[in-house]
């Protein structure tokens, strides 16, 4: 699904020499190489902070514990994603409001959000799915009426940009991501990150992510530790300067899976909103007649891997069941559970592997 060897080679010596420099300082929890990273982060989003964090569960979990929110409280997440998103929100013994996504961005919007606002919403976590934003003003606009913060989970769509200006992630009162290794921005090993532009949150967050500590020893809250270390982020520095990059061979590589399949009656390649690029953390087809299963195996046996994101509603996992009525069911998420399927998507897919993998395909759909 992914190819980070080839990438490497590709930066290997940049790579190794900054990995060594961090190695032989020594320094390798905080410091000036973190900083450097954060500040670099920022001035890419054009956000005003951006605070280092261990994984992009983490950056949830702590931008949430940022918002001083009381047990009970309802947070809105999309049943379509994840499971990080709402294992947070049970976590701090708050209750995930697990609402339906749009079939064709699955991704929620303005309209599906309000209808699942009450006295108790406390937060809203849009995800922004697959590599595209979720259309955000209009839940914005919802959420400053209510007075509700919104953080966005946008551990898949770094580098997106909303609305022809602004980067997804930077919308909200909080953004989080991940840099696990296959993301779109990844490190060598677990990394995440928090961006916000309230001066107020940034000094939060950073408290809270450092066990609650403003200066050491002295613990104003119950926090966490969770931070990035020194050699995550210099491969991080170095792969920031080349993500647009990146992003751009992710987008064409799903321009040439969209050319091979878009007369294929039974495929419907990905949507493009009008309000968002598409970095393509997955190229997700759905697949529809019932023949998505199918169209996994054979491509399983011409060696061609595949993704199933996600199979089963959140709502319907034995973790989550409890926080809604098993006799519902929400429509969206149901088919697509059913219909989606990802095909390998990554920045060093070459036009003889393009070739393959969609002649595949449509080879299926001939037979
Ligand atoms: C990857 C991911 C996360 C969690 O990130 P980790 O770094 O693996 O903890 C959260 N939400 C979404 C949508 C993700 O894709």
């Known amino acids: 699904m992914v190819d980070l060897i080839s990438q490497y080679q590709d930066i290997k010596s940049e790579v190794d020499a900054a990995m060594q420099e961090v190695v032989a300082s020594a320094q390798f929890i905080k410091g000036p190489r973190v900083a450097a990273f954060e500040t670099n982060l920022a001035n890419y989003l054009g956000a005003k902070h951006v605070i280092g964090c261990a994984n992009g569960t983490d950056a949830l979990q702590v931008a949430l514990m940022a918002l001083d929110l009381q047990a009970g409280d309802e947070v809105i997440v999309p049943s379509f994603t994840y499971v990080a998103t709402a ?48 259309d955000m003003q209009p839940i914005m606009d919802l959420a400053k009426g209510l007075k509700i913060p919104v953080i966005e989970d946008n551990a898949q769509a770094i580098g997106a940009v909303y609305n022809g200006h602004q980067k997804a992630g930077t919308i909200g009162d909080i953004g989080c991501t991940s840099f696990f290794p296959s993301k779109n921005l990844g490190c060598y090993g677990d990394g995440g990150a928090i961006f916000t532009n309230s001066e107020e949150l940034d000094a939060k967050i950073r408290m809270i992510a450092n066990h609650g500590q403003s200066r050491r020893y002295y613990h104003d809250s119950i926090g966490v530790n969770s931070r990035l270390d020194a050699l995550q982020a210099v491969v991080l520095d170095i792969k920031l300067k080349r993500l647009d990059q990146y992003n751009a061979a992710r987008q064409k590589a799903a321009a040439y899976y969209d050319a091979a399949f878009k007369n294929i009656a039974t495929l419907q390649i990905p949507f493009q909103a009008k309000h968002s690029t598409h970095v393509f953390h997955q190229y997700t087809l759905r697949v529809k007649n019932g023949r998505r299963d199918a169209l996994q195996t054979f491509l399983k046996e011409r060696g061609i891997p595949t993704g199933i994101y996600y199979p089963v509603p959140l709502y319907r996992q034995k973790a989550y069941q409890h926080y809604f009525d098993q006799n519902q069911g929400l429509p969206n998420t149901e088919v697509l559970c059913q219909e989606v399927l990802s095909l390998p998507m990554h920045s060093e897919l070459d036009k003889e592997l393009l070739d393959y993998i969609a002649g595949s395909v449509v080879d299926f759909f001939k037979a």
């Open 87 to 134: 294992e947070v929100i049970a976590l701090l013994g708050l209750k995930p409001i697990m609402i339906d996504v749009e079939l064709d961005s699955f991704n929620v919007n303005g309209d599906l959000v309000a209808a699942a606002i009450t006295e108790k919403t406390k937060a809203i976590v849009p995800v922004h799915l697959f590599g595209q934003s979720t």
